[in-house]
Every structure is written in C-alpha cells, then in structure tokens.
C-alpha cells in the first residue's frame, strides 16, 4: 500500500517551460487536492477534485490547470512557467466522509 | 470567511520542557480543527483532531481543546522531545465542501538535548 505518490520528486525549469506533475493513490479516494507551500505562507489550496473528471479552483488557481481523468490520478500542469512558481508542491487525498487528508511526499520544483 | 492564524515561529525548546502553540480560527458555522505535522523533508501528517466544541484531541502526548467562545485550539505537550522536532499546522474544515481544508502559516519546533 504506498498511499500518495507524486513524481517527480525535484525539477528545475527555467522560465516559460511546461511541465506536469502527477499524483496518485492506491486508496480509493473521492477526493483530490494540490497545495503549495511556500516560507510564511503555509500550505495554498491550488486546484481540487471531488471526483473523476470534476475539478475546482482553490485559493490560487493561476498559472496552473489540472485534471483527473482517472480516479486514482490527478495531474497538475503548468503550460508557462515563472519564479514566482517556485516551491513545494504537495497533492493529497482523502474520502468524503473523513477528515484526515494524506499527504504526498513533495515535489520540489525551481524554476529560474 | 474561513481562516486559521497560528503563533509565530521559531520555536526552539529544551528536552522535557512544556509546549503550547497558539492557534486561532475564523469560521462560518461549526469547523473542525486539527493539528497536523511535518517532520523534515516528508509530507504532512495528522496528529490531532476536535469535531466539535469542548473536544479535546489527543495524540503522541500532545493535546488541543476545542474552544468554541474563544475560537482558540491550542495545541500542547507536557515534555517535549528530540524527535517532536517539526513543524506544527492549525487548520480547519467542514465536511460537504469538497473538505476543503484552511492552514495557517505552520510553526517550527526544535528540540534541544
């Protein structure tokens, strides 16, 4: 049972590059979520599903789209890159009648 | 508005002191609070949790009770240890909102021997 995994686990980008990252879970979660964590800010609520093929903006959707074509996967894509994108991206997961999220481990992404 | 303000950091202790970090909350209805945390380089993890007002959560030996009239869920720990070295985070949620879950900014605990 490995829980929330996210790949990759560090990238760097340089400035206007694409790139996406993938979450997925083994526990046959409803629900999705993937956060930014950012020094001072706490973790940012970006993009979130409650369900195959639905999704929902969080508190800082721009710059990045998402999408849940399968119930176990939820890719989060950014088409142009920016510093300000920096940071530790972390998805997680979770039922509709629980309160306790799990976590991914992180993924580290810099771009320059 | 939903949102969770916590003390600021650092915090740095010795072994066996007594920790509290301070959290508070703004919240339309009845939240529940957690604590979570996270150790280095990992993801964050439930520690404790409250559903309603009066709750007292418990994990590990650290404590939080919810307190509806003060919107306050502190979170303590009689003796801490090298390894409760982490960052801490207060947040709440509703259930039926696509559990949505509010953080505030986290809180840095290292333990001293």
């Known amino acids: 049972n490995a829980g929330v995994t996210q790949t990759p686990k560090f990238r760097v980008l340089k400035t206007g590059q694409s790139m996406t990252l993938l979450c997925a879970q083994d526990?046959?979660?409803?629900?999705m979520y993937w956060y930014r964590q950012d020094p001072g800010m706490g973790l940012r609520l970006i993009h979130y599903?409650?369900?195959?093929?639905?999704?929902a903006k969080g508190e800082v959707p721009d710059g990045y789209n998402v999408s849940r074509l399968k119930k176990q996967n939820f890719l989060l894509g950014l088409e142009s890159a920016a510093p300000s994108q920096t940071s530790v991206y972390f998805c997680?997961?979770?039922?509709?009648?629980?309160?306790?999220?799990?976590f991914g481990p992180g993924t580290r992404l810099t771009v320059t | 508005g939903n949102s969770v303000t916590q003390m600021e950091g650092p915090v740095t202790l010795s072994e066996e002191a007594f920790l509290t970090i301070n959290c508070t909350y703004t919240?339309?209805?009845?939240?529940?609070l957690f604590w979570y945390v996270q150790y280095p380089g990992e993801g964050l993890q439930l520690l404790l949790k409250?559903?309603?007002?009066?709750d007292k959560g418990s994990n590990k030996g650290f404590e939080a009770t919810y307190r509806k009239e003060t919107t306050s869920f502190h979170l303590e720990k009689g003796s801490v240890q090298v390894s409760d070295s982490a960052v801490y985070f207060c947040?709440?949620?509703?259930?039926?909102?696509?559990?949505?879950?509010?953080f505030g900014t986290g809180t840095s605990l290292t333990v001293i021997p």
């Open positions: 997680a997961s979770t039922t509709s009648d629980s309160y306790e999220q799990y």
């Open positions: 526990m046959n979660h409803e629900y």
């Open positions: 599903s409650v369900g195959e093929g639905t999704t």
């Open positions: 919240a339309t209805g009845y939240p529940s």
């Open positions: 409250a559903t309603k007002a009066d």
């Open positions: 947040a709440l949620t509703h259930l039926g909102t696509g559990n949505q879950f509010y």
